[in-house]
């Protein structure tokens, strides 16, 4: 599988290059839009780690001008926004998956299989359902009962977590590796604040905490 990072921060691309080639894929960088557009047009790329801000040209407009001309190689967004307008640009101009820095590294390489799991099976991306939520993992939205919650990418991350194993039992622990970065050294206790606004918005009975273990989200 071939992969083409579009990323200016040259620290970061090529840390997520050595990555990624440890992991068995072919992996091209560049750190200018338009040199990523010339490359990606080109074809013979199985997937596009894009990020937005880029000199040259952003990221909105090589997703756009990839779509505009026919390519459907899925791309997966970066960006150091974190807001659901600039997600849902994102989505609007063609993108596949949107990944807010700082991020694991654990999760990029989950999208990225992911996604070329998808590309290869021709299916859409999945909707998990827990009792009366449901969750699109592509369109980052939540459904309950008919009408949608309104999240923030690190609370829908958080969510997506728990909804990944519902029924089971997901520690502190695990949440800050998937959902903030691996080298993340604040105040652990950041769980529990998103834990409590995720039940002000979806009812107090939807995430249980399980003493000494973590959390797990009910299907009720």
């Known amino acids: 599988m071939r992969l083409l990072i579009v990323e200016d921060e040259k620290r970061l691309a090529v840390s997520l290059a050595r990555g990624l080639t440890a992991e068995g ?3 091209d960088v560049v750190h200018d839009g338009l040199e990523g557009l010339h490359r990606a047009g080109e074809g013979g790329y199985d997937l596009v780690i894009l990020d937005i801000m880029l000199p040259g040209m952003n990221g909105y407009r090589v997703c756009a001008a990839l779509r505009a ?8 967004m970066l960006t150091a926004k974190d807001g659901e307008y600039d997600e849902a ?30 590309r290869g099976a021709g299916t859409p991306a999945p909707v998990l359902t827990v009792g009366a ?31 990944l194993r519902a029924g089971q039992v ?30 002000r918005k979806l009812g107090a009975a939807a995430i249980r905490t399980v003493r000494g273990a973590g ?6």
């Open 25 to 27: 894929f072919a992996v």
């Open 69 to 76: 001309a026919g390519h459907e190689v899925p791309i997966l």
């Open 89 to 118: 640009e994102g989505l609007d101009t063609g993108a596949d998956d949107y990944l807010t820095k700082p991020f694991s590294y654990v999760v990029l390489v989950a999208r990225v299989r992911a996604l070329l799991r998808r």
């Open 133 to 163: 939520l449901r969750i699109d993992t592509a369109a980052r939205r939540v459904i309950r009962d008919e009408g949608e919650v309104t999240l923030t990418a690190k609370e829908f991350a958080v969510l997506e977590q728990l909804a």
């Open 170 to 199: 997901v520690s502190k622990a695990e949440i800050l590796e998937h959902v903030w970065d691996f080298a993340y050294d604040g105040d652990p206790n950041i769980v529990e604040v998103y834990i409590s606004t995720l039940r």
């Open 215 to 220: 959390y797990r989200l009910e299907a009720r």
